[in-house]
């Protein structure tokens, strides 16, 4: 089994910055693809930035040039380096990754943890 934990979500002003961490624990894994989701009160969750173990990266249309994935391998890490926020980007932000144990390989989901983005 796979634990995600996020961390860095808080209230921040537009065209601030904002740092998500995500750390994966366990026993005796490897997460492939990890990334990011998000959603807002009332809309649908979406998906935001994804990162391959090899560091190949995706990134919506709405945060390209503004947001950076990133990850640390021997941490078992992934990061998203939020710059130049909008009200826009406020939602819960949920870390996942597909991860495997042994042979068996499945989505993980963290809790989600808070970006607010408001004067």
């Known amino acids: 089994q796979v634990q995600l934990v996020e961390s860095g979500g808080g209230l921040v002003q537009p065209g601030g910055s904002l740092r998500l961490s995500c750390a994966a624990s366990?026993?005796?894994?490897?997460?492939?693809?990890m990334g990011w989701y998000r959603q807002a009160p009332g809309k649908q969750r979406e998906f935001v930035t994804v990162?391959?173990?090899?560091?190949?990266?995706t990134y919506a249309d709405s945060v390209k040039g503004r947001f950076t994935i990133s990850r640390d391998n021997a941490k078992n890490t992934v990061y998203l380096q939020m710059n130049s926020l909008k009200p826009e980007d406020t939602a819960a932000y949920y870390c996942?990754?597909?991860?495997?144990?042994?042979?068996?390989?499945?989505?993980?989901w963290g809790q989600g943890t808070q970006v607010t983005v408001s004067s």
């Open positions: 990162i391959s173990r090899g560091g190949v990266t």
């Open positions: 366990g026993s005796a894994f490897v997460c492939n693809n």
């Open positions: 996942t990754a597909n991860c495997l144990v042994g042979d068996k390989g499945q989505a993980y």
